[in-house]
């Protein structure tokens, strides 16, 4: 009997965590998806963002807002939001705030987690200044996640 018990106990507890982990969804932080997701903390230490672009965050002198809508299974969202981590410790201005938004993986369950903003691929990034939108990095940056900001920020 004690035999039975113990493995259906084990049995339980295997059932629950292999099929009992919520997908990571909605405002998160920069530490729960780390923590979700520790295989991108190995990209975000290994990253070398532009020096020269990381002294032009460093020395907004207005703040800038920005959007990640990003996805815990997605491979663009580990590579770009794990730079954009880097880039954000080494810029190290309280004149960026940075929100997270997570999207399940399913594709007919995002529509309510983008708050009508046009998000058609993952990650998106929208740059806000005074209460408008600059720009967006859209998927992959066009040159690197630390240059296109600067792009967005100074136009």
């Not at 990571?24 to 672009?53: H, M, R, S």
């Not at 491979?75 to 954009?84: I, Q």
Request: net charge negative; glycine share 4%; with cysteine.
């Amino acid at each position: 009997m004690k035999a039975r018990t113990f493995f259906f106990i084990l049995l339980v507890s295997s059932i629950i965590h292999l099929y009992g982990q919520t997908e990571l969804t909605g405002p998160v932080t920069k530490e729960a998806v780390l923590q979700k997701c520790a295989d991108w903390q190995p990209i975000a230490a290994a990253y070398n963002p532009k020096p020269e672009f990381i002294e032009r965050l460093r020395g907004l002198i207005r703040e800038v807002r920005i959007e990640i809508f990003l996805g815990a299974w997605c491979s663009d969202s580990k590579a770009h939001v794990s730079e954009y981590f880097k880039v954000l410790e080494m810029a190290d201005t309280p004149l960026i705030q940075t929100s997270y938004i997570a999207v399940p993986e399913d594709k007919t369950k995002r529509a309510a987690y983008y708050q009508d903003k046009d998000i058609l691929k993952i990650p998106t990034f929208i740059v806000f200044m005074d209460g408008l939108e600059k720009g967006r990095i859209v998927e992959v940056p066009a040159k690197s996640v630390e240059e296109d900001l600067v792009e967005i920020i100074e136009r």
